[in-house]
Every structure is written in structure tokens, then in C-alpha cells.
């Protein structure tokens, strides 16, 4: 081998070497940058624990007290990728006792004056809305206050602290420009929340939700029966703990959509996938 032949081997070992240096300078507190050079293969030779590629997340739950609420709380906590989850709520809640709720932080607030209460929202990766009440429970104006005026507030305090991904819940039929009070009200939030600009915002709409409420009204407690005997392939009804299912599988993909309206036969599809 000549003398160029020999200058160029030591060269490119040279290089080799000062590369899996660099890497392994890297601060500790750049690990996902280190993790994705090395994955790339940039910096062959070099390895990246299993630690290393698992990036832990913080989660946010409004209107865990609510049956789907509850059973998003619930699949939050049985994710190792949660390290943290906080629920927002107007009272404290008698959680399971069990270890894996430990992660799982309270936070009491006054949704009327939810702007005071801005540091709760602060370091939030995934946030997931499921607030709602109903028109026979809190009148056409309570109504519209909880399921836009809070939702919506909600989301700007988020917004505001650089959350970068909303998780909406609202019903099959949403439309703004309906006569009808609820699909109105629901089409007018999902508009409203839409303009706000999160990297990420998924939309779920299901059909009539399939639970057990303590407090099940007269003919709500007809339809879920009949539901339940003649809707078996979820149609046009869904339990809560399949949309709660679909909402956390959609949140820890890797590639997300910008706006992602899920229709019901999706949320069934995609909770049936996982």
C-alpha cells in the first residue's frame, strides 16, 4: 500500500474516533439530541440506553370527575410514558387507592376565574378536555359556561404556557350553525379551540356514550339499555373507556396530524387497534 493509501486510513480513523467523542460529550441534559444522532447512525459505535430513548411526559386531565374523564385518568395511569399526570377539577376526588395513582396531582381551581390558576397549567406535553354538563342539570347558560366558556378558557391558558397538544372531547354532530343548542355549542368550542393554533389538536366525536352514571336519567337510562341489546358492533353507541382508550393511543403517536377529527366509527377502529 503506497504512502497516500496509508495517510487516508489513519485519516478516517482519526475521524471515527473524534466522532464517538463528541457524542459522548454531549450534556446529559441534551439526551434527546444525542438519542437521535445516535439512532441515526451518525455516531456508529456508539450506544443509547433504553432510557435514553424513553422520553417521559406530563399529562392533563379537565373533567375527571365525569365518566369519561374518570376512564381517561385511568389509562393515563396505567402508562409508563405518563410520569406525571394533573387533573384540573372544581373539588378534590376520592382516587383508587393504588400505587400507580401516585402520579396523578390535583388541582382545585374556580373555573371563573381559571386565568388566576395559570401556573397549573404550566409544563404540560398532552392535555385532554373532557368537561361537559347538560342542559336539564345546569339550564341553557350553564350549559354553554361549561362546555365553551371553560373548555375554551382552558385551552388559552394552555396555549398561552406552550402545551403543544389538545385532546378535545365533543359529541357526533357537532355543528355551529345547528338550531339546536347542543350540537351548536359543541361546534362553536371545536371552532374556537381550532383558532388558538395548537401543533396539535385531536377532535373526538362520539356517538351516545355507554356508562355507568349513578345519576342516569329516565331516558338516558332507555337509551343505553337499548343500546346495549341492539348496538354490539358500537354503530352508534360507544362505552367511555373505549373513547378514553382511543384519546391516549392518539396522544403517544409519534406522527400526529394538525387538526385530527375523529369520527365515531374511528374512535371504535382505533381503540380496537391498540
Known sequence: MDRIGVRLLVLLFCISIT???VAEDIPEDCGEQ???MLESGEFEGCKVTEDQKTVKRVALVLG???ETGKEVLQQLVNRPEYSRIVSIGRRQLDLPNDPSY???E???VDFDNLEKYSAEFEGIDAAFCCLGTTRAKSGAEGFVKVDHDYVLQAAKLLKANHCPEFHLLTSKGSNENSW???????GKVENDVTALDFDHLSIY?????LCDRKDRRFFENIFQSVARYTDKSSWWSVPTDVVASAMVIASLKVEKEKVNIVEHDRIVTNAQND
Open 19 to 21: 466522532l464517538c467523542t
Open 34 to 36: 444525542k438519542s437521535r
Open 64 to 66: 375527571a370527575s365525569g
Open 102 to 104: 401516585e402520579r396523578v
Open 106 to 108: 390535583q388541582k382545585v
Open 180 to 186: 339546536l343548542l347542543y350540537p351548536s355549542t359543541k
Open 205 to 209: 366525536r362520539p356517538g351516545l356514550l
